[in-house]
Structure formats: C-alpha cells, structure tokens
C-alpha cells in the first residue's frame, strides 16, 4: 500500500442546533417494518450511507465488495445519502423524519448521543466485541452504559512541525515532554512578520473544530467536559453533568491561547473547516499546527519536510483528545439489523480493519491491528504516524451526552471572542460557563 492513501476529510464540524435536537422527536417517524426480511432470494440487502470521497471511497467500495463475495445472504449496497460525512447527520434527521432511512450511516461521534433519542438508533450492547477496541473509540460508541453503534475511524490529535522553518530560525525541534509554556515560546521565536510567518494557528469560527483542540489543555488541567462524568465518558448519573467541568482552568487554557494572539504568532482562520489555516501551514509560512493524522497525505504529496510530536502539557504527563467517528446502525427490521451488525463486526476485524486504515486514513481500531506487520511497515514508511498511535494510550473524548453540541458552541463563542481579542480570557470562560450551566440544568 502507498503512503499517500492515507487521507481524511475534515470533520466534526458542529452542525445547526437545529438538526441536532430535531433527532429528539424522530420516535414516531421510521418505518414500521419489524418483520422485514430478505428478498425473495433470501439476501438481506443492507444500505450503507457512508459519505466517504476519494481514496476513502474507494475503501470502502472495495471492502464492500469483499463483504458480500464472502457473505452470499448479505448484499451491502454502498454510496446512498448523497452527501459527505460533513453532512450525513442533516440528511440521516431528514430521512427519519420521512421515515426512508438507511440501515448503516457513518456518523460523526460527537453527534451520537443526540442521534440516539431517536428509537430507531439499534442498541449493539452484547453484539460487539467492544473489550477489543482502543479506550477511546469504547468510549465513543457508548452512551448511557449501552454501546450504541461500532467505531469506524480512530485518530488523534498531535503538533506537525516544519523543520526547514524551525532550522532556519535555529530554533530546537520540539520533544516529546515539552509544556506550553515552551509552545508559547517556541511560536514566538518562529514567527518572522517580514516574511509573513505565524509560529502556529487555531480555528477562529468558533465551531467544534475550535473546541475540540481546547479539551487536552483542559483534561491536563484537571478539568472536564462536564462535572463528574458518572464513571466514563459513556455514562451519565443522576448526579453527573449538572454542571461544566471547566469553570475552574478554562481561564488558564484560554490565556495560553491569549498569550499567543497578544505576542502575534498565532494565525486564526475566520473561515470553517480550518482549511486556510493548513494551507498556510502548507505554504511554508507556519511553523507549527494542531492536527491529525488526516493531513499527513497532503504534507507528502507537497514535499514538505515535517516532524511529529505529541501535544504539549502543563503538567508533563501525556494527553490528548481523539474524535471517533462510528457505523451506526437503525432498526429497519430484525433480518435488516442483524446484517449491518454482522457487516459493522466483519469490518472491524483486524484483516479489515487493516485494510480500511491504509487506505482510508483511520489509526487501528484495535491493539491487534496495530500490531499486525502491515500496520508497522505501513507505520515505518510514513513519517510521524507512529506517533499518533502512540497518543492513543492518552487519549480521551467528548462525554456522549446530548447536549455537547450546546455545550460547544457555547465554548467555542468563548475561544472565538479571546482569539479575536474581543474578550478576556476570565469573562470570555464566565460566560460561556454561565450559558453551559443553564443548558445542563435543563432535564434531557
């Protein structure tokens, strides 16, 4: 397999409020077809929503295809929706609404939680091997206990670096350890405004692509999502998340990424999807970025020399974040949701699995694939993915609760108003605090 197969498109970008709570009252709306079944050939035929394009469909259509050679009463017909994974979640809320809805979506893990008030959402509990997968994609697919859909895609989130930036300022390459007091300093000795060079970037939209980047700094800190997760991040008590967890070290979090706007090293793109921002990082005029292992194809096809380092901390110990995305099957009848669970099982085994994170651009769902010697040659050859496997032993993930979404946006005004210097970091983190506790005290 090449290198250059591994490729992602951005995601977990926050979709409309609206959307969001529409999957609340989606109860009534599916099919009525308990009793579904097979064709008059008896093949079960399973629609797939994958939303996949490029090299990621191309996967997928293979593995597909290897599915039903191998499972004559199964026939996975792959490509419906009609949209991107961006956008899947919109368009699976609308088909259950009209009651015409897929039998698996690809769906993003930080819209699961919502998408489960719909009844139509199966519950996998007891169905997968869920032991065998990585911490955080377990975490992921499980929402109040229950397992509600299977991982599809592993990654997380670490600093890319450009070394020819870094020698030609004479500036050490970062290490595994450092803290982001050495970050600040580092982003300050790289940025040279005569040549139009930030020593790194942020997303400055204040969507989840904003958030997400901001949960590290706050879990190293001692802080949460949410005030007592009720025993991980898939649970929730009756006394868990009533209030945010980040009330008390929002402020610090926020004044590091403060201290980089007012020493003016830090570029902020004010548009979605953070797509300025890497351009920039690809033109050789940033020194440092955020980011997963989705960009590394693009860093390869452009030549640039870069390196790979975990993220920094404040308190020295590891840690960052991973955004999961999952196969989450619906109740289309019994016949129908037993094959979509047997194809969601099927693919994450590690011979497929295998298959899907070369070329899909996924890390390995599970330790087993991560240690087959495909994965490490594959490993080997490009450079830096090792560390982003690594990150994975620190890895944690947004609480699957519904609302997160609020809780997001509502902290992503917050990191906006610091970014762009229209607020301190103590006021912008009180409001935002103020807000997020208003929606958790709301019965869900």
Known sequence: ???HALTLSRRDVLRAAAAVAAAGTLGACGKNNDDAGGGPDGVVSVDLWHGQVDTGKAA????????????????????????????????????????????????FGSDLASLTKSPKVADLTGALKIDDYWPAAKDAVSVKGK???????????????????????????????????????????????????????????????????????????????????GGGAGKESGTAGKKVGFDQVGEQALGTLDRLRSEKS?????????????????????????????????????????????????????????????????DNGKAKVQAATEFVKWMADPAQDIQWDMEGGSLPITKATAELPQWKKHSTETNGLDVFVKALDSAKVRPTITTYPQISQNLGQAIAAVLLGKQSPGDAIKQAVDQCNQVLAVPN
Request: net charge negative.
């Open 147 to 229: 397992v509600r859909a299977a991982p599809a895609l592993l990654d997380s989130l670490c600093v890319v670096y450009n070394k020819k930036l870094f020698a030609a300022a004479g500036v050490p390459a970062p290490q595994a350890g450092w803290t982001w007091d050495d970050f600040v300093t580092t982003a300050k000795a790289l940025t040279n405004p005569g040549k139009g060079i930030f020593g790194t970037g942020w997303p400055g939209v204040g969507d989840e692509d904003t958030v997400w980047r901001i949960w590290p700094m706050i879990w190293d800190l001692g802080g949460d999502v949410v005030s007592d997760r």
């Open 60 to 107: 997928i259509d293979a593995l597909i295809n290897e599915f039903n050679k191998s499972h004559p009463n199964i026939k996975v017909v792959g490509g419906g929706g009609g949209v991107t994974a961006d956008s899947m979640l919109q368009k699976v809320t609308a088909g259950l609404a009209a009651g015409s809805y897929p039998d698996v979506a690809y769906i």
């Open 266 to 330: 830090l570029y902020v793109d004010p548009k979605p999807g953070s797509e300025q921002l890497y351009q920039v990082f690809l033109g050789g005029r940033m020194a440092m970025v955020a980011t997963g292992p989705w960009q590394l194809p693009e860093l390869i096809d452009n030549h640039l020399d870069y390196g790979v380092v975990p993220l920094p901390s404040y308190s020295g110990k590891p840690v960052t974040i991973s955004g999961p995305d999952t196969w989450t099957v619906f």
């Open 1 to 3: 397999m090449s290198q």
